[in-house]
């Protein structure tokens, strides 16, 4: 604020999400003096919220997803807009020969061809620190995965993401096709062999970066309706949405059962963050916001 103000510059704020309602959730779902910590962090954010919403040296707000900004712009005084995140720098580049096919857009008319992966590979991309994943992957092995390996008893999961809390090995080490992959290099290889990606995400706000890193490599998501909120995608053209844990199985079996419709909801999504997070395009967007009338 103080560079804004003494330099006359235009100020956008770049919020990646309600900070005040993702430190809330935190405290939901956390115990002890952990949560206590999250709930005071939660009620500091809140009053910097309200600060930042009426400040006179803040030219905009611009939020990463649509719902926050939906939230935001009948708190704030300032202008506020809807700016989806840009894709991924590298999310296109896979390591040489990791590339499957059907990863790139099928020519018009023609169906995008299956991906040629060894065997049936569902993954899990993120930080294995924090709550909310911690709670997706409980879901998800809780509910969904038995049901999965029963109808598929090929099928491996593979949980990849840094910095996995205490026990957690020991606890996927309980379930059946479970592999555990930490602090990797680079996550491109695995999202490009995968069959599918799963994003079985039951709390959080903004937009989840993992679903569109698996999409831009082209592989088809299943998400929850929070794991995939945010932008304007269409459930059941660019990725499956389903709540309920049986649904979600069914959605993840579907695509494991049908090459063809996964290879058709990875290309259309694919195609849907390729020109909706052209980084040109949000660039031009941010300017037209900056720019005095």
Known sequence: EEVARIWKLPHLVRAHNVDSEFFRVLARNSSGPRAVAYELE???????ELSM??????????????????WRRTRASI?????PPFLPVGALTAPTGTRSAGTEPAPPGRKPAPRDSAGKKLIFVGSLDTPTNIEALRWFLGGCWPTIRVRHPDATFQVVGRRPEEGL???????????????????????ATATLSVNPMRSGSGVNIKAIEAMAAGTPVVSTPTGSRGLGWTPGTHLLVAEDAGAFADAACSLLEQPWKAAEIGTAGQAYVLQELDHTALIGRIQEHLTPA
Request: with cysteine; charged share 15%.
């Open 42 to 48: 939660y009620h500091k954010l809140r009053l910097a």
């Open 53 to 70: 919403h009426h400040s006179p040296l803040i030219t905009c707000i611009a939020d990463i997803s649509l719902e926050d900004h939906n």
């Open 79 to 83: 202008p506020t807009f809807h700016l």
């Open 169 to 191: 090995a020991a606890w996927l080490g309980g379930f059946e096709g479970v592999e555990l992959h930490t602090d990797v290099p680079s996550v491109a290889g695995y999202l």
